[in-house]
């Protein structure tokens, strides 16, 4: 008569490495949570860093595309309220000269504006080198002033800088030919 074997219950539970990975792979993933959930020190100032790099690069691309002459395609900087964003994004036929305006319009969308009270909230200050309070862009995307003359002229290296300081610092480069990043 034939008898069945029983084989090895080998597949029942789990190898030691297995184990060991698993630990392993819980650990890194708490530790890299801890640091979120218990305080935020630093983290205003890189999102407002992402925030300025988006909202230089939108304006940048929108000058890029409309190459009227008459509008203005800037994003303005309060450094004493710490606020940036543009002055309108109305760009119809008849409001050419709102564009050029260096007041921010704060019902712009967040991800082109930041309010005054939000940045002031978040402990973040903002100042620009050399001091200026705008940055526009021509139809090339490189940055001017207010008389169309290139800005951050990249003679002797030099850029223009928003800096972001909070409980860190951290900056916003604008080059001369319109690469615009975090530095």
């Given at each position: ?7 090895s ?9 297995e ?32 925030r300025?790099?988006?909202?230089l ?38 409001s ?11 019902n ?33 995307g ?5 008389a ?25 480069c ?10």
């Amino acid at each position: 008569m034939l008898t069945l074997q029983h084989y090895s219950y080998r597949h029942k539970g789990f190898t030691l490495i297995e184990l060991i990975l698993v630990i392993i792979l819980i650990s890194v993933l708490s530790v890299s949570a801890f640091s979120r959930f218990f305080g935020t020190s630093g983290f205003s100032e890189y999102t407002y860093q992402a925030r300025l790099i988006s909202a230089l690069r939108n304006m940048q691309t929108r000058a890029m595309h409309d190459t009227r002459d008459e509008y203005c395609f800037q994003i303005n900087f309060y450094s004493s309220n710490a606020a940036f964003g543009p002055p309108v994004l109305n760009y119809t036929t008849g409001s050419a000269s709102d564009t050029c305006l260096t007041d921010i319009d704060f019902n712009n969308p967040g991800y082109l504006t930041t309010s005054e009270a939000e940045m002031a909230d978040a402990e973040v200050s903002l100042s620009t080198l050399p001091s200026f309070s705008f940055i526009a862009f021509n139809s090339l995307g490189q940055p001017v002033d207010g008389a169309g003359l290139l800005a951050c002229d990249s003679e002797d290296n030099k850029m223009c800088k928003v800096i972001l300081t909070g409980k860190k610092e951290v900056s916003v480069c604008i080059e001369s030919e319109g690469y615009i990043h975090a530095c």
